[in-house]
């Protein structure tokens, strides 16, 4: 396991320094399985040089932009055979007509149908937690970031199919906002400098890598984590963990104009194993693809997944990667870029 500690500033009740520890996974008894593709060395990424992109992003466009989902359809058309965009999951199969990463194991059954869809709960904005806003073929999307620890002080994570159409072309115009809150861009409009995801999922859209990170161009002369602070990172830990996601679902029921929560001990995805993928409890739909996953009850935790996708318009599990070798990879090209 390995765990790069929060790097935050006095902003938030978090330690003020980043150092590498490498320990074993407590709590969960299951080991995690070995990535398919273990050569860290795959990773996709993109410099970008759009001009005028946080004045692009107006109230305006920010309330319009659409649930990064609506892209699964285009993934359908290139011939992809499975890919989540926001909480739609798109995956061919007799039971899946139209389907759209604490501490104590758990083998729990798939949830029924039956459960309380309000798998949710309504936060205070966080300041490391935020939208991120892009464009894809002319059209303006959003999804959920984290500013993450890192050497430039200005990574954040976000989902795969948030950067990279997956397989396809990398966003443009992307743009991070810091706890955002009904229009309102508290710490100001971050524009990315270049743009990471897994050569698995820019390649294949395989969903077992869908995971992203944008490094951010200073604002106002300062870095990211210096004004809003960041999360520490966890890569290659144990399994079945209690978790604590964050993002900004904005497909019906919800808005996307607050941050929402959801906590859960994490399961093995039952229907796509070969994924291997965990859920936790959880309704939030589009929009919250990207949000991030903390080990235990709180915002303060290790993060080590993102959220990903779910079965079905009345979902009540949200699924994410196991960050093992792969994306551990991605995450050190994208955190020591310059």
Known sequence: MTRTKTLATSLLSLTTAGVLALGSGGGATAAPSVDRGTDASTVSSLSTSDSNTADYWTPERMKNAVAGDVLADKALSRGQAKVDLGALHVSPGPDRTLTIQGQKASSAAPQSPTVDRKANASEAPVPHIGKVFFTLGGVNYVCSGNSVT???????????????????????????????????????????????????????????????????????????????????????????????????????????????????????????????????????TGGSSGGPWFIGTSSGGYQNSVSSYGYGSNSTTMYGPYWGTVIHGTYQAASTAP
């Open 150 to 284: 890192s050497t430039n002080q200005s990574t954040v994570s976000t989902a795969g199919h948030c950067v990279n159409e997956g397989p396809g072309a990398f966003s443009t115009k992307f743009t991070f906002v810091p706890a955002y809150s009904n229009g309102a861009a508290p710490y100001g409009k971050w524009t990315a400098k270049a743009l990471y995801t897994t050569n698995q999922w820019s390649s294949s859209g395989d969903m077992q890598y869908d995971t992203g990170f944008a490094v951010m161009n200073p604002l106002n002369g300062q870095k990211l984590s210096a004004v809003v602070g960041a999360s520490g990172v966890q890569f290659n830990g144990a399994r079945g963990l209690v978790y604590k996601s964050f993002g900004y679902p904005a497909a019906p029921p919800f808005d996307g104009e607050s941050l929402k929560s959801c906590s859960g001990t994490a399961t093995d995805d039952p229907k796509d194993p070969q994924d291997n993928t965990q859920g936790i409890p959880c309704n939030m």
